[in-house]
């Protein structure tokens, strides 16, 4: 499939050595999104039908000739057939793909790693999924052919929410072996490290898969419905159904971890306009959610959507007279000052609640103490001073 990936507006200097493919490693990839063009979508990046399929490809096969899938990677030609490589809320895919702008690190201006390009999907939904994903750059790992045939090939294919991205969390463990009672070695320490994180294991990390740990992966299994009862096939055990919620699971561990830090004495301080992903859009569209002006979950970039909240918003508030007014639909500086304005209100009252929530704890654990009964913990509960 002749094609090139899809990448709008990106130009970052690359400074990498290329790396020769090995067996079960650990590696940072670029990685882009592609997808297979259709006739009469509602919307081509480039203007049109044919031009889509020059950018993209005909769609049909890989280069090896493999049917285009959900999983299919087009990979620089270092990169054997069949090499299957894992990544954080994607999944693990194969390599059956090639094209002149998938090269290692440092072949063109956006490869600051090794690129990799995903199929996407077909037509408007591909499209969509290809926009979303933009450019990314993780850690994931990468299986030589040899090495992959137990590998489970399955991705996320829903339109991806890049909030991990444009937060830039690092890349948490990649869980796809299959591990039962009795196994041992690193990949078990790396469960038993990741269900100790998450609060469901609390013996020691020491690679061995042994009753306690069982226990642990049959109360995560519970808890996130990987399973219904204890007597369902596979409880206890260690399958790609549980290998993709824990994977899941410590990215939301983390994307919520980081959130916090970041959204602490957080404030706006650019102009923000379409065509820009980082937090702070991120922000903004959180905003515009709880105002009930954007009724999407928040992705981080300022599309059309974003920018007629946005509006709405200046509106509602008196920013501009109407829609055509100087600044409509972008953050300058009077708009930014009232999105100040509003976290700095947002804070004092959540710092109000939790002193409230503090003084109500404190005053239920002098009763719990006069009783004889345990008090409650309060280190969770921190106020500013």
Request: include cysteine; hydrophobic fraction near 40%.
């Amino acid at each position: 499939m002749k094609k090139f990936a899809l990448v709008l507006g990106v130009s970052l200097m690359a400074q990498l050595l290329a790396i020769p493919a090995q067996a079960a490693e650990d590696r940072q990839f670029t990685v882009t999104g592609y997808y297979s063009p259709l006739p009469n979508q509602a919307y081509y990046v480039t203007g049109s039908y044919e031009a889509e399929k020059r950018l993209n490809g005909h769609g049909i096969a890989g280069a090896d000739g493999t049917p285009v899938f959900p999983g299919m990677i087009a990979a620089p030609s270092s990169y054997a057939f069949g090499t299957v490589v894992c990544l954080p809320d994607f999944g693990c895919g194969s390599v059956h793909d090639r094209g002149g702008a998938i090269v290692e690190a440092g072949g063109r201006n956006i490869a600051r790693h090794d690129r990799l390009d995903l199929w996407m999907g077909y037509g408007d939904e591909g499209l969509a999924r290809a926009l979303d994903l933009g450019l990314w750059h993780t850690q994931g790992t990468l299986y030589e052919p040899a090495e992959a045939g137990d590998i489970n090939v399955a991705v996320n294919f829903k339109a991806v929410t890049p909030i991990n991205r444009i937060l830039d969390i690092p890349a948490v463990k990649q869980f796809v072996k299959n591990l039962y009672k009795g196994a041992e070695g690193a990949e078990v320490k790396a469960v038993q490290e990741a269900l100790s994180t998450l609060g469901f294991y609390y013996g020691s990390i020491h690679g061995e898969f042994d009753t306690e740990l069982e226990q642990a992966v049959l109360d995560f299994q519970l808890e996130n419905f990987v399973i219904d009862s204890v007597s369902e096939v596979g409880a206890g055990g260690f399958g790609p159904k549980t290998q993709e919620a824990l994977t899941s699971a410590l990215i939301k561990h983390e994307t919520q971890k980081a959130l916090l830090e970041r959204w602490n004495d957080f404030h706006f301080e650019g102009n923000l306009s379409k065509g820009k992903r980082d937090e702070s859009v991120l922000k903004l569209q959180e905003i515009l959610v709880q105002r009930e002006l954007l009724d999407h979950q928040p992705t981080g970039y300022f599309g059309n959507l974003t920018k007629e909240a946005l509006i709405a918003f200046q509106l509602e508030e008196g920013l501009i007279a109407n829609e055509n007014s100087a600044g409509a639909g972008s953050v300058g500086p009077k708009t930014r000052e009232l999105l100040n304005e509003l976290l700095e209100l947002e804070s004092e009252q959540q710092q109000a609640d939790k002193a409230a929530q503090l003084a109500y704890i404190n005053q239920k654990n002098e009763l719990l103490t006069l009783a004889g009964l345990e008090a409650r913990p309060t280190q969770n509960l921190i106020v500013k001073k």
